[in-house]
């Protein structure tokens, strides 16, 4: 399989790339990593994972085009390079490690990389006058669609390289980024996924209009388009939002009240209760957000509410459940979450996946 999972299977940050997997229907292998026995800190993980952490994730098929997030105005030559400015800065939000560089190096030529010049780096290009179209010529709305291109990738002249990803969040933004990108249908999606809860397309064979893509399973996207700078930003909020007023808190009462008894530890009552009444007061402003609307980064579920799952579902064993429950729009918000068969699939333990038996 190309995909492979260097995990441990109760671990939160493994479940979550799981999930995902699942979520966007990636069959994968899983390669337990026994984190018992140090094995996470090995020479041979800090090799793929250099804070001796799980999880990592090896793509033996990765993409080798550089993608064409924006297609800029047609013969605006200075709106190119606003177009890879922009591919280049959500192609290094998508891969923590090992990120596309903006020259198109690893890339074949394709029709794409010969109409679309190389871009500069990013801050060059930013500092140059003629890289902003407003001062060369009027404002013209851009090109429908902006992404994905609906060309399927170009077949690999060379063998591929395997992409090695860590972080969790950096790894399953690029799975969605690649699965928008390879399962796009041939039209483009009227709306963004943020706005729409458009599916990606994904078809098997024979199949019109992505609706019986996998039986009669549909895949969402998950992220919207990278082209629609303003659904894209709601996303990176959301996401922003998780890690910065969620994980550390809810981390530490899983920590404490989980992790620790599971072996054989004291959990500080004190951190707990601490993290306790910082989660509260942050999730007192989730339950605004979600008063009106349904999902963090707009109607539709993005990876931002997912990666909440694995450390959201501890709360309950670790008797902070009525954080959420005590809250109307978040219990909503998490329950919804919570039903999703993906999250059915890895709550009690991530396992390679062959991509069949899920509800
Ligand atoms: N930010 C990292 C966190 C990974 C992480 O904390 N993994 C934990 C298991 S959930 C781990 O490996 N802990 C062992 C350690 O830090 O030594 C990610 O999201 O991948």
């Not at 399989?1 to 671990?11: K, Q, R, W």
């Not at 060379?158 to 990803?165: M, R, V």
């Not at 706005?195 to 992220?223: P, T, W």
Request: glycine share 6%; hydrophobic share 40%; charged share 20%.
């Amino acid at each position: 399989m190309p995909i492979t999972l260097h995990a441990s299977p109760l671990s939160s940050a493994s479940q979550r790339v799981a999930l995902v997997l699942h979520e966007l229907h990636i069959p994968f292998d899983l390669v337990p990593v026994d984190m018992a026995r140090n094995a996470h800190k090995s020479p041979e993980h800090l090799a793929n994972q250099p804070f001796g952490q799980v999880p990592f994730l090896v793509d033996d098929d990765p993409l080798t085009d550089v993608i064409p997030l924006f297609v800029a105005p047609a013969a605006a030559s200075s709106t190119t390079d606003n177009a890879t400015t922009t591919a280049t800065t959500t192609t290094e939000g998508a891969a923590a490690t090992e990120a596309p560089t903006p020259a198109a190096t690893e890339a074949p030529a394709t029709d794409d990389s010969e109409a679309t010049p190389a871009p500069a780096p990013a801050a060059e290009a930013a500092a140059a006058p003629e890289a902003t179209p407003a001062d060369a010529q009027p404002a013209q709305p851009p090109a429908t669609p902006p992404f994905p291109s609906s060309r399927p990738p170009t077949p690999p002249t060379e063998p591929k390289e395997p992409l090695t990803i860590y972080e969790s969040r950096a790894i399953t933004r690029y799975l969605a980024l690649k699965h928008l990108y390879t399962t796009s249908s041939a039209e483009p999606p009227a709306q963004s996924a943020s706005q729409s809860g458009a599916e990606s397309g994904v078809r098997g064979e024979g199949e019109g209009d992505g609706e019986k893509a996998f039986g009669s399973k549909k895949v969402e996207a998950l992220v919207p388009s990278p082209g629609d700078l303003r659904a894209w930003t709601k996303f990176e909020v959301a996401s922003s939002v998780e890690v910065a007023n969620f994980e550390t808190f809810a981390g530490r009462i899983g920590f404490e009240k989980v992790y620790k008894p599971r072996v054989s530890q004291e959990p500080d009552v004190a951190a707990y209760e601490a993290a306790y009444t910082q989660l509260g007061a942050k999730l007192d402003v989730y339950d605004k957000i979600l008063a009106s609307q349904a999902y963090l980064a707009g109607d539709t579920p993005t990876l931002a509410d997912l990666h909440h799952l694995p450390l959201a579902a501890r709360l309950f064993p670790a008797g902070a459940g009525a954080l959420i429950d005590s809250r109307p729009n978040v219990k909503r918000w998490y329950e919804a979450l919570e039903g999703r068969g993906a999250w059915r699939s890895v709550r009690n333990g991530v396992q390679s996946w062959g991509g069949e038996g899920e509800e």
